[in-house]
């Protein structure tokens, strides 16, 4: 199955981030992004891609390590720009360090598991609203608005195990369907190191 790590945000976080993607969809263009599923909306920690069956349970286990030894953190989402000409996403500030150590953490859980973890991009945490359905639409307009985003606080305390359930239908514009296949609490039990 196709699966990451991730902190999913709680729901009145999201509403918030709702609130200034709903004032995306009002704007000229909005017809040339695909917008991302809200019940989906989550922060990648580390992508996996495929993994076998025969690796889950010791990726359980060392995730729920990972998730054992790193404390609880807090985040607000903040700020937002655009990858390439193509993806929106929302960006977050707040305790970024303890963000980046889980990212880190859930990255040698999972290779450490025998997830082959190729398919690694550097770390940038974001969360993804839309994607552009071609390189030519003007995304201008949408960063600006995502640029302001200031959302409350919230303190992080569960590190996801997420599956992706890529579209099978052939609909055009059909979305992936996330699904939290296990999560773990954060309990900060051991020092920072490693
Ligand atoms: P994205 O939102 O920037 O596309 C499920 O696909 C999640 O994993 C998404 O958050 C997606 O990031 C991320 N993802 C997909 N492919 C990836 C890859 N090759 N490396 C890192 N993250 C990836």
């Avoid at 495929?50 to 700020?79: C, K, M």
């Avoid at 770390?123 to 985003?149: K, N, Q």
């Amino acid at each position: 199955m196709r699966l990451f790590a991730a902190v999913v945000p709680p729901g009145d976080r999201l509403d918030e981030l709702g609130r200034v993607v709903d004032r995306l969809h009002r704007l000229p263009g909005a017809d040339g992004i695909r917008w991302t599923s809200r019940p989906g909306w989550h922060l990648t920690l580390a992508f996996m891609g495929e993994v076998g069956d025969e690796l889950l349970p010791e990726l359980r286990v060392r995730l729920e390590r990972a998730a054992h030894r790193t404390p609880a953190f807090s985040l607000r989402l903040h700020g937002g720009g655009h990858f390439g000409r193509r993806a929106l996403w929302a960006g977050v500030a707040g305790d970024l360090d303890t963000l980046r150590l889980l990212a880190e953490r859930s990255d040698a859980a999972a290779r450490r598991a025998g997830v082959p973890m190729d398919e690694h991009r550097g770390y940038r945490a974001h969360l993804t609203v839309g994607r552009a359905r071609g390189e030519g639409v003007p995304l201008g307009s949408f960063v600006e608005e995502l640029d302001a985003v200031e959302g409350a606080r919230w303190q992080v305390t569960e590190l996801a195990l997420v599956r992706s359930n890529l579209p099978v239908s052939g609909v055009r514009g059909e979305r992936p369907r996330y699904e939290t296949v296990a999560a773990w609490p954060l309990e900060g039990r051991e020092g920072r190191s490693g």
